[in-house]
């Protein structure tokens, strides 16, 4: 089983980047967060990787920029009704503090803005990670540095790029440009002004 790569980003597609590992090209399958903070192309990197094995499919690589991300894949997909796909869009609206925090608050809305993740199972998610180790850290020690920034960053930014979604922008484009906005503008600044830096970084 594959569990870490070190190696040269040699592609980045929407869903998969390809990297090479001493000539070895090893193709993994990340989120849209994941690949918008990979290096540029032609720069070392290490991905940590969950390998997974079907009959039909043969071995999928699935990989994260931290421990963290990879736990939080594998707990999510223990769920029922939580495949890779919809493990990967709950981490690209949910880094691992926050979904902590969200389960521990029991914040099934903010859950159900990952793509393909509906109300019920939304719910389901929720119950089922309270209380699990989902990070290093410890869900009340996040809370009490940082519950009230945290969510609203995650509120804005999640907005923004379902904004663009919604206007037809491609989602590893929309999260790019939206999360580059948040940066520039500060970790306080609301959906309406971010879109509109997006919506200017496109446009160049």
Known sequence: MIGRLRGVVAEVAEEDALIDVMGVGY????????????PEIGEETVVHV????????????????????????VLLQAIQGVGPK????????????????????????VVARAQGVGPKLAAR???????????????????????????AKASATGEAVAALL?????????????????VRLGEETEAPALIKAALQELGR
């Open 125 to 151: 998610i929720v119950a089922e990670l309270k209380d699990k180790p989902i990070h290093d850290g410890p869900v009340a020690a996040f809370h009490a540095t940082a519950a009230a920034p945290q969510p």
């Open 27 to 38: 193709v993994v399958r990340c989120g849209s967060r994941t690949l918008s903070r990979l």
């Open 166 to 182: 919604g206007l037809g922008v491609a989602e590893i484009h929309a999260r790019r440009v939206v999360e580059a906005a948040a």
């Open 86 to 109: 919809a493990a990967l869009s709950v981490l690209d609206v949910l880094p691992p503090a926050e979904l902590a925090a969200a389960a521990a608050r029991d914040d099934k809305a």
């Open 50 to 73: 969950e390998s997974q094995w079907g009959e039909q499919t043969g071995l999928k690589l699935y990989g994260f920029l931290s421990r963290d991300e990879r736990r939080a894949f």
